[in-house]
């Protein structure tokens, strides 16, 4: 019996199962995200600027309120920078509206 020849590209698949993920990913990540904001927003609400908490929690929640802006930003900027090359309208973006309980 002789011995067939088998190219398969695993590496290949790999890296298009793992891109075929990432969006998918990325959206759950940020939808727990989303959940754990609003429940942390609540939670913060029964804590009064005396109590306060300590400085790692702070340190923590900046530290994920900038990487989720650089995300967005990083984004809206590909999207606009696509459409210039495309010859395609800048789509306008509009500010969100500041919501009750909103920091400002």
Known sequence: MRA???????GEDAMRMETDHE?????????RAAQYSIQL???????SEEQGHEGWVQAKI???SDYLASV??????KMLDANSQAGM????VEPQQPQDGDVQ
């Open 89 to 92: 309208p800048d789509v306008e």
């Open 62 to 64: 900046t530290k994920a």
């Open 72 to 77: 967005k930003h990083h984004l809206e900027y």
């Open 23 to 31: 969006v998918q990913m990325a959206r759950g990540d940020l939808y």
């Open 4 to 10: 067939k020849h088998i190219t398969e590209g695993i």
């Open 41 to 47: 927003h609540q939670m913060l609400k029964n804590i």
